[in-house]
């Protein structure tokens, strides 16, 4: 399968830093990244969609402000949390795949475990 | 997001046995569907994707899918230990994935 780096794989910082993430498709142009939030013991939730050169589409209750999403190339993305508080502590992983269709797998991000204290 | 139902187990089977999950959808127009498996700590990993009715397999992998009963299954045959982890049922509907909970799975020896 095609493979995706993402960057820090863990993170520990203050309350009320902002904190990046980066998310990069290494063999093939990722047309779309997806990032998602896992708490312990649940499954993972879409926070937002990216598009290479447009605007990320956020899902309902996922405050755009706050979660900054960048898709500036067909190879990287990028999840800035800013303001981080302790309730953000959570398994970040973004994914990605080719043409964002309907056939298309998405790979994985090995995921970043974000701490806020 | 759509609805995606797994059983959350922990589904425990002995080793070389079959373990069977299943997974249920509510989106009728989702064209594909996956299985990842994730271990504890790491993000998920794709085991398996079905596009069309019926049954395919990999290795000890079978993936079933029926769309009219929007029902999609994996069996994973002669379990061994490693097998252990959770396993994650994705759909995929409006171009993007859909989760369901995760079914444990338990192999023990």
């Known amino acids: 399968g095609a493979v995706v780096s993402q960057h820090p794989s863990w993170v520990i910082c203050k309350s009320g830093t902002s904190v990046k993430i980066e998310c990069r498709s290494l063999?093939?142009?990722?047309?779309?990244m997806f990032w998602y939030r896992q708490f312990p013991k649940q499954s993972l939730m879409l926070m937002a969609t990216?598009?290479?050169?447009?605007?990320?589409?956020?899902e309902q209750g996922v405050e755009k402000d706050k979660f900054l999403i960048n898709h500036a190339s067909l190879t990287l993305s990028t999840l800035t949390v800013t303001s981080a508080h302790p309730e953000d502590s959570s398994f970040y992983i973004c994914?990605?795949?080719?043409?964002?269709?309907?056939?298309?797998?998405?790979?994985f991000g090995q995921g970043t475990r974000l701490t806020v204290v | 997001q759509k609805e995606v139902e797994q059983n959350s187990g922990p589904l425990s089977v002995p080793e070389g046995a079959i373990a069977s999950l299943n997974c249920t959808y509510s989106?009728?127009?989702?064209?594909?569907f996956f299985w990842y498996r994730q271990y504890s700590g790491k993000s998920p990993e794709l085991i398996m994707s079905i596009y069309s009715n019926g049954d395919k397999e990999d290795g000890r992998f079978t993936a079933q899918l029926n769309k009219a009963s929007q029902y999609v299954s994996l069996l994973i045959r002669d379990s061994q230990p490693s097998d252990s982890a959770t396993y994650l049922c994705?759909?995929?509907?409006?171009?993007?994935?859909?989760f369901g909970a995760g079914t444990t799975v338990t192999v023990r020896a």
């Open positions: 063999d093939f142009q990722a047309t779309t």
């Open positions: 989106d009728r127009v989702s064209q594909s």
């Open positions: 994705a759909v995929n509907s409006d171009y993007k994935l859909s």
């Open positions: 994914s990605a795949s080719a043409t964002g269709g309907a056939w298309t797998e998405a790979f």
């Open positions: 990216s598009n290479e050169g447009s605007k990320a589409t956020y």
